[in-house]
């Protein structure tokens, strides 16, 4: 909750900037450069948000060798519980890579 909070007190002030900005005698274009300022800040924030989401499907980790110990694991997990008798033989299909 923390980094909401914070988040949210960052939002705050640069709203009362924002605000207190509009306050002022500006020429025409200075006050529509003001105006679509919060517009441009959530594009460039957008922008930002998936520059990060390209960099870290780029940057994801292949794990090979922890797949393949997932894999045995599954398979003496289902083994077990064949031998138990809770499931029956083959309960899930044979998935292909």
């Not at 390209?54 to 997932?70: I, Q």
Request: charged share 15%; proline share 5%; net charge negative.
């Amino acid at each position: 909750m923390l980094r909401i909070s914070r988040l949210l007190s960052y939002a705050a002030v640069a709203a009362a900037l924002w605000i207190g900005v509009l306050q002022l005698d500006l020429s025409g274009s200075a006050r529509l450069a003001v105006i679509a300022a919060p517009f441009a800040a959530l594009v460039l924030f957008g922008l930002y948000m998936l520059a990060l989401l390209a960099h870290g499907v780029a940057t994801y980790r292949d794990c090979p060798d922890e797949a393949e110990s997932l894999q045995q694991d599954i398979a003496w997990a289902l083994s077990e519980l064949t031998a138990r008798g809770v499931i029956g033989p083959n309960p899930l299909p044979e998935v292909s890579e």
